[in-house]
């Protein structure tokens, strides 16, 4: 069996088990025994949590419906008594539980934000960043279009993040260990500073101080020292050192502050549209892949155009919505290598 498809069975099962839990904890309510082994299902294993939540999800979307238990007998769902509606037809509770699991397979509109039991969410817009501090001394700063889910306990500190960029720094406690959720890996650490940036395609970690231990899905495992990052991504758990450059690069955030390195235009527009309602836009394909330095506030993104327009043959339309269109002036295509000119601050 392939890696791929022994995946996608264990995923299949944790799905079944997850909408298997939530009917049993409908049926019965006021079972605390029943409640306890449900958390303790959930806790077991970050992809529990998030199938659980899934089927949560699935199961509240139809609250007028009839349920039949395995006996035939019916029950009525609660429905306002102001708003009656119409008699829904019979179904058994292992339709429903099936129902579930095709809900989650397709996927339903933002599952990852779902609140967990005991979660706190703390998020910010774009171009807005935050600092959290927590209840054990430690501190979240989250940066431009941020989400994350916060539970702290006796036991253990959880972080399950779910979209963005965020500088961790966490407190020492031996005694409860401060975990990272990235849905497909996890960052463990007891205390330590480290920055994590979701995208949509992988997750760069850098360590500034102190050690973590990341594992995945896969059942990879590495430690990331204080200078080190990692890329991690399905199957790719690797550490480099990338040097203070990059590590300064990639914290530059906090200080409200872009730093550019040889970023090729592409890259740079990339970042500054991180911080904008409306985009910079690249609809020149033969200035894309100049290469750019300089260092900007992360509002700066007209005085980066205006870097553009008087470092490289760049011209630049603000259009009605407010979106900038940068293309190539009239006259001979700029070179692309090596690039003509460094753009500073």
């Known amino acids: 069996m392939s890696s791929g498809t022994k995946a996608a069975n264990e995923r299949k099962a944790i799905r079944a088990a997850a909408a298997a839990w939530v009917v049993r904890l409908d049926a019965a309510p006021g079972d605390p025994s029943l409640r306890d082994d449900a958390d303790r299902w959930i806790d077991a294993d970050p992809r529990h949590a998030v199938a659980f939540a899934e089927a949560q999800l699935a199961w509240d979307a139809a609250p007028h419906i009839r349920l039949r238990d395995e006996e035939g007998q019916a029950e009525e769902a609660t429905a306002p008594e102001e708003a009656p ?12 539980g099936l129902g579930l699991l095709a809900a989650s397979a397709v996927g339903a509109v933002g599952l990852g934000r779902l609140l967990l039991p005991g979660e706190e969410r703390r998020a910010t817009t774009r171009g807005e960043q935050s600092l959290t501090r927590l209840a054990d001394g ?10 994350l889910a916060i539970s702290l306990s006796g036991a253990r500190r959880k972080v399950r993040m779910i979209e963005g960029e965020a500088l961790f720094d966490v407190a020492r406690d031996p005694r409860r260990p401060f975990i990272v959720d990235l849905g497909d890996a996890e960052v463990r650490v007891i205390g330590t500073s480290f920055n994590i940036r979701k995208r949509a395609d992988r997750t760069e970690l850098t360590v ?23 890329l991690i991504r399905p199957g790719v758990l690797a550490v480099a050192d990338p040097g203070e450059a990059l590590i300064r690069q990639r914290t530059a955030w906090q200080d409200g502050v872009i730093e550019l390195n040889d970023e090729t235009i592409e890259e740079a527009v990339a970042e500054f549209n991180r911080y904008r309602d409306q985009p910079i836009v690249v609809a020149d394909p033969r200035i894309g892949s100049l290469v750019i330095s300089g260092r900007f506030g992360i509002h700066e993104s007209r005085e980066f155009v205006e870097a553009l327009k008087s470092s490289f043959a760049i011209a630049a ?29």
């Open 85 to 96: 509606v119409p008699a829904a037809p019979l179904i058994s509770r292992r339709a429903v």
């Open 138 to 147: 430690s501190s979240i700063r989250l940066n431009t279009a941020t989400t």
């Open 208 to 230: 500034t101080r102190g050690l973590v231990a990341v594992s995945d899905a896969e059942g990879q495992s590495i430690r990331v020292g204080a200078g080190e990052t990692t």
């Open 317 to 345: 339309v603000t259009t009605a919505n407010g979106s900038i269109a940068l293309t190539g002036a009239e006259g001979p295509a700029p070179r692309i290598a090596p690039a003509p000119g460094r753009a500073t601050e």
